[in-house]
């Protein structure tokens, strides 16, 4: 072997930040430690194809709590660290995780792993879209897992996921944003929201910043500088960013983003619009840019 290419499970499993490129994750595939996750969700969860040895994070089953009224919503430390230990994550594990749509659902589970005390994870730029257009490998079947239940320890941290008082209380602050993720056009009300039941809209105060407009037109997340200039256009000076989206998975690609781009005091609003777009008198909605 060449000695300018060591074997890939000699390669270092810290990730240089909470993006990882297909490069990167395609040097350490198979390395002793690394847990490939596909936390794919909707028409692309549990597809026949799948990055080697990835292993489902499924925000669709049982990494959500289906006791809660809004989707997608976090589950108790118990059960997230009983999810994990089944999955065979320790410790000590390397974390990746991509989906099916790009990025979309996989900087949510990057954040429910930093939300429970877990740092050594990191979204694949680009996700399986990225991953086939450049060649690399897929192999046939679903995600899935048999090998020995993991060690995971779960130690929760405040404040990365909020809840509707918090966010309310954030709307009034005046060195905070609340920036939606959903897209423009359901912000403004101009189109109709997926979910049955819930009004169209914004919450008082808010901004909009889909998505989307944090990646290239292939995919790739935006380089450092023009994400600092989007938050930057949509915060002002505001450092302080909280991110709601339909049901809390999107609005983590804003907190990814906003990671990228040098922010460091961020929350994502667990229940968003699948909870605050509910009537009630007490979560105001307004309509319009």
């Known amino acids: 072997m060449d000695a300018a290419q060591p074997h890939a499970h000699s ?3 810290v ?4 993006l990882v490129g297909g490069d990167w994750l395609a040097e350490r595939l198979g390395a002793a430690g690394l847990v490939v996750f596909d936390a794919s ?10 990055i080697p040895g990835a292993r489902p994070f499924d925000l669709d089953g049982a ?3 289906h006791t809660a009224a809004a989707p997608h919503t976090m589950p108790g430390p118990a059960a997230f660290a009983e999810a994990m230990r089944a999955l065979g994550v320790d410790d000590g594990s390397t974390v990746v995780a991509y989906d099916g749509a790009g990025i979309y ?3 949510r589970a990057w954040w429910m792993l930093r939300g429970m005390g877990f740092d050594r994870v990191a979204v694949l730029d680009g996700g399986l879209p990225a991953w086939v257009a450049a060649g690399r490998p897929v192999e046939e079947g679903r995600p899935g897992y048999e090998g020995p239940r993991g060690s995971f320890t779960a130690r929760p941290r405040a404040g990365l996921l909020v809840d509707a008082a918090t966010v309310s209380a954030a709307l009034a602050d005046p ?3 609340v920036l939606d993720a959903r897209t423009r056009e359901r912000f403004a009300a101009t189109a109709p929201e997926p979910r049955p039941g819930l009004r169209g809209g914004h919450m008082p105060g808010a901004v909009s910043l889909p998505f989307g407009e944090l990646q290239r037109p292939d995919g790739l997340m935006r380089p450092a500088a023009e994400l600092r200039t989007a938050f930057a256009a949509a915060a002002g000076e505001r450092e302080r960013l909280y991110f709601s989206c339909g049901s809390g998975v999107t609005a983590c690609v804003l907190a990814l983003g906003a990671e990228l781009a040098g922010y460091e005091d961020l929350a994502v609003y667990d229940g968003s619009w699948s909870e605050w777009g509910v009537p009630s008198p007490d979560r105001p909605v307004v309509e319009g840019s």
Not at 15 to 18: A, D, E, K, V
Not at 41 to 50: E, K, L, M, S, Y
């Open 41 to 50: 969700v909707g028409a692309h969860r549990g597809a026949d194809r799948r």
């Open 175 to 177: 060195a905070a944003a």
């Open 15 to 18: 990730p240089p930040g909470p």
């Open 63 to 65: 990494l959500s709590d």
């Open 105 to 107: 659902s996989s900087a």
């Open 11 to 13: 390669r270092s499993l």
